[in-house]
């Protein structure tokens, strides 16, 4: 009778093991690819809290990521600190490294969403940017896309490698409050059967190359938003 009950508690748990275990693999793609949240950093946030790149990122027009211009530097530099030096074009900021341009990075999701029958292709669309009152306005920018691989860190037991460039486009904004970018430039994405195979994180690097005046000489953004196959992310 004893041996029964252990045998018993044994099998149970070897087949909701087996359950939870065939449940995470297939779950994972589809809670991996609708994660939403999204991370940013501008290009002096590592070095002052008091910054708040992430607010364009919170959906709420009343807030605003502010902050000063460097200077005239450029961001694509070939100075020691400038981001996109020689045997840097490749790589995205290193934390350690000030340059010295005025920058925001955000996090735009995944290249990917789920589908029946693997990853589907979620290309972007459009780009918006919602310019905060009162600050100097961004004019000519450059936008600087990275593609970084995904991991399955439970089956390959490795970490994901940096960000890769992309693709790089300058662009002349309206002077107003809100511009909307197309980004038919962009190549599609890879066909990818399964997860995470070809799918990629897709990262933005906003870098604000000139500025309408404002009553202050910072340059502010409330939000900045893109549209794909899901349409409209904030």
Not at 95 to 102: A, G
Not at 162 to 182: M, S
């Amino acid at each position: 009778m004893e041996r029964n009950l252990i045998t018993g508690i044994a099998f149970s748990v070897f087949a909701f093991m087996a359950f939870f275990l065939f449940k995470k693999v297939s779950g994972e793609e589809k809670g991996i690819l609708t994660f939403k949240g999204r991370s940013a950093f501008s290009t002096n946030s590592f070095f002052d809290s008091r910054l708040q790149p992430g607010l364009v990122l919170d959906g709420d027009v009343n807030t605003a990521w502010i902050e000063g211009m460097p200077g005239g530097g450029t961001c694509m530099g070939s100075g020691p600190r400038g981001v996109g030096a020689p045997g840097q074009q490749n790589a995205a900021p290193a934390p350690d490294e000030r340059p010295e341009c005025l920058f925001v990075q955000i996090d735009l999701g995944f290249s990917h969403r789920p589908g029946g029958n693997g990853p589907e292709k979620n290309p972007l669309a459009s780009l918006k940017i919602i310019n905060a009152m009162d600050q100097a306005r961004p004019q000519r920018v450059r936008l600087v896309f990275f593609k970084q691989e995904v991991v399955d860190i439970d089956r390959e037991f490795r970490l994901p490698t940096l960000p890769e460039h992309w693709i790089t486009r300058e662009v002349v904004l309206a002077d107003g409050i809100e511009n909307t970018i197309g980004l038919d430039f962009l190549p599609p994405p890879e066909d990818s059967p399964r997860y995470p195979g070809k799918v990629k994180r897709i990262w933005l690097r906003l870098e604000v190359l000139s500025a309408y005046p404002g009553k202050s000489g910072n340059v502010g953004i409330s939000e900045i938003s893109y549209k794909n196959h899901d349409g409209v992310v904030p």
